[in-house]
């Protein structure tokens, strides 16, 4: 697939090595990257070993790197990249959500941190925002400018206007409560919101990757839609 032209002026494209054991999630992560205007993947690794066998080849800009890998902890990676002295910045990829793995990934530098299952929107996001972060330039004369350029990179908090944090992390607990999967209708008897309102926190928590859509079929006509949190691999 051919990658859309970055544009008149446009710096060398960002270099990237995708860092995964399933192929078919690894070939899909390819093809994303490749989507993305100003990067290019400059190889995939299947394990630890060979990604960093290929980084003493070539060294790339950036690592998407899956931490659950057959050799070793994605961290141990992150490690031996930083002992090698490789400046090259690194954007987990995992289903792992516990607070410790966060911890650890952010002090070996990991800049960002991309939840599995995830859409192709969610992934060009953290690009867009690596790639305007390595663009910024100038100098650092307060506070306000650091907080600006890590701002940039890390992206904000904020929830899309009319979301509210509580009612998302109800809306996340009663999915985790039912790990078979609900429908809109149901969360929204729950939580006490309108159907139309619980798909809104639905529909934003699977662009976040922290929840899946799931057709459940077995009636007359159209399938229901479930929303479930995805399984751990």
Known sequence: ?????PGPGAGAPVSVLIVEDEEIT?????VYVERVAGFEVAGVARSGGEALRFLRGRPVDLILLDLYLPDMHGLEVCR???AGGLLCDVIAVTSARDLATVRSAVSLGVSQYLLKPFTY?????KLARYARFRQDTGVIVA????DRVLGTLRGS???PKGLARDTLDTVSARLRERPG??????VAQAVGVSRVTARRYLEHLVELGMAVRVPQYGGVGRPELLYRIPMES
């Open 1 to 5: 697939m051919s990658r859309p032209d």
């Open 26 to 30: 690894a070939e899909a992560n390819r």
């Open 80 to 82: 031996a990249v930083r």
């Open 121 to 125: 929107a969610t992934l060009a996001e």
């Open 143 to 146: 506070q306000g400018d650091v």
């Open 157 to 159: 908090s904020e929830l």
């Open 181 to 186: 999967g609900s429908s809109a209708q149901s």
